[in-house]
Nanobody, 126 residues
Framework: QVQLVESGGGLVQAGGSLRLSCAASGRPLSMFTMGWFRQGPGKNREFVAA????????YYRDSVKGRFTISKINAANTVVLQMNRLKSEDAAVYYC???????????????????WGQGTQVTVSS
């Protein structure tokens, strides 16, 4: 098992930046494909970004490409989502997720991961 704890959410103006972190404990992140999902008010949960076990490949939903970057800090057993040029439609609760069986980052966009964090709120003011 792995425990995931997100941090870094908050209130930001449209056009601003936030950096979300997901700290893992229990297992090294090199064992998991990691990802971020979000759920806005009245919306279904949706995939945002993922990174492979090795960290060599990433995958993003189209609406965040060029604005969001997912990365792994193996020494800290942490995954980071850097979010730039935030828009009002990015406002949501953001969840970190991990899966030990997925072999590609793209795979997380179509499957529900095994492990989830508790979420962190991102609010974007216009």
């Amino acid at each position: 098992q792995v425990q995931l704890v997100e941090s870094g959410g908050g209130l930001v103006q449209a056009g601003g930046s936030l950096r979300l972190s997901c700290a893992a404990s229990g297992r090294p992140l090199s064992m998991f494909t990691m990802g971020w999902f979000r759920q806005g008010p009245g919306k279904n949960r949706e995939f945002v970004a993922a990174i492979s076990r090795s960290g060599s490949s990433t995958y993003y939903r189209d609406s965040v490409k060029g604005r969001f970057t997912i990365s792994k800090i193996n020494a800290a057993n942490t995954v980071v989502l850097q979010m730039n040029r935030l828009k009002s439609e990015d406002a949501a609760v953001y969840y970190c997720a991990a899966d030990p069986l997925l072999t590609t980052a793209q795979g997380m966009s179509s499957l529900s991961p095994t492990y989830w964090g508790q979420g962190t709120q991102v609010t974007v003011s216009s």
